[in-house]
């Protein structure tokens, strides 16, 4: 059974920087598309941005400030949060597949493993 674990999130200022990680245990982290999703309070949950196959996708309101890599040695997963603006406020999520396929990337309902959260929130 896969099981992932998110850590990195806090309180930053607008402006400010966070990096997020999501460590994959119980599987084959190389067989696994990989994928970042946030959700606001009152709002459904949104896609921020995933690794398959060799490509990575962002959405659109975080490229440019967001950058997500992968340590395969460690099973892991970052996303690096530059330039956070109070609406990136949210509890972001670490989401994993086996048979993702490439345009479903952004569709949480596509993956099958989820970790459990971590809080985001920007604020002065």
């Known amino acids: 059974q896969v099981h992932l674990v998110e850590s990195g999130g806090g309180l930053v200022q607008p402006g400010g920087s966070l990096r997020l990680s999501c460590t994959l245990s119980?599987?084959?982290?190389?067989?696994?598309?990989m994928g970042w999703f946030r959700q606001a309070p009152g709002k459904e949950r949104e896609f921020v941005a995933a690794?398959?196959?060799?490509?990575?996708h962002y959405a659109n309101s975080v490229k440019g400030r967001f950058t997500l890599s992968r340590d395969s040695a460690k099973s892991s997963v970052y996303l690096q949060m530059n330039s956070l603006k109070p609406e990136d406020t949210a509890l972001y999520y670490c989401?994993?597949?086996?048979?993702?396929?490439?345009?479903?990337?952004?569709?949480?309902?596509?993956?099958?493993?989820w970790g459990q959260g971590t809080q985001v929130t920007v604020s002065s």
């Open positions: 989401a994993a597949d086996s048979s993702l396929i490439t345009s479903q990337v952004g569709n949480p309902g596509a993956y099958d493993y």
């Open positions: 119980g599987g084959t982290f190389r067989r696994h598309a």
């Open positions: 690794w398959k196959g060799g490509d990575i």
